[in-house]
């Protein structure tokens, strides 16, 4: 087993990690953060450093459950993560910078503190039922969160679904493709495995601020630079200024690629 200062220590990492990984087409970095004019690296700093203690919290749900229905365990992380979120506004004056990383890192912090060898199977046994559960009557509901809207209008389930079926984008792609680069710089592999996720998965930042059309352009992008032997190379990093800026020029958000990109790093340092 696992401490829960261990796995709350790794989580906060993969948030710093990620946010200081560049370039980054769609997403805050130290160099640039065109589509995202009001936050910056800072802003993402001080929200990692206000979420530690919930990101302990989180793996000592998992680690205290005692339960036989892991919905429960489940159950007992979402007001961690109200008050998870609340810390982090406060931290940035009422920013979102890690609304949707708080929800996955969450699930798989109180996974791996359950069960550090079973976590995608603990992920799944935790959210049976989920979308079913979170988008019934939201025809009722006053406001919606991008995820509803999204379901509502093109009827994806988005990070839910993601999450219900286990995370597959992360742990059938990007989890091996990171582990299989662990002899290039960290930037290097963070950013290449940024594009499997881009390019496998749907993520609704894009289609919020865009279209479908918008999220099929990206996801083009980041295979056409896998396919060029990533971004260190020239023909990668090309493709990769070219898709900055039809961010850039579209105003387009990678936010959920980035969420993942974050789950992705947490599992690989732990």
Excluded: W
Aim: charged residues 25%; proline residues 3%; aromatic residues 8%.
């Amino acid at each position: 087993m696992k401490s829960s200062k261990y796995l709350a220590d790794a989580a906060m990492k993969a948030l710093l990690y990620e946010v200081n990984v560049h370039p980054k087409p769609g997403l805050v970095d130290p160099v640039d953060n065109s589509t995202h004019l009001d936050m910056n690296v800072f802003t993402f700093i001080n929200s990692a450093v206000a979420l530690h203690p919930y990101l302990e919290e989180f793996a000592q749900a998992g680690i205290d459950f005692d339960g036989n229905d892991l919905r429960d365990l489940f159950k007992s992380i979402r007001p961690i993560g109200v008050r998870a979120e609340k810390e982090m506004f406060k931290a940035t004056g009422n920013i979102n910078t890690h609304k949707g990383a708080i929800f996955s890192l969450g699930i798989m912090l109180a996974a791996c503190g359950y069960d550090y060898k079973n976590i995608q199977s603990t992920i799944k046994e935790m959210l049976r039922g989920l979308v079913e559960n979170d988008f019934k009557a939201l025809d009722s509901k006053k406001s919606l969160s991008n995820g509803e809207r999204m379901f509502l209008k093109y009827g994806v389930t988005g990070i839910r679904g993601e999450a219900e079926k286990g995370y597959p984008t992360v742990f059938n792609n990007s989890l091996p493709y990171l582990e299989s680069q662990a002899d290039n710089d960290l930037n290097s592999m963070f950013l290449n495995t940024l594009m499997v996720i881009v390019s496998k998965s749907y993520d609704s930042n894009v289609v919020k601020r865009g279209d479908l059309d918008s999220l099929k352009e990206i996801q083009k992008y980041a295979q056409d630079i896998l396919d060029a032997g990533g971004c260190g190379n020239l023909e990668g990093k090309k493709i990769l200024d070219d898709m900055n800026k039809y961010c850039n020029k579209n105003n387009l958000s990678l936010g959920g690629s980035a969420d993942l990109l974050i789950v992705t790093i947490f599992l690989f340092l732990i």
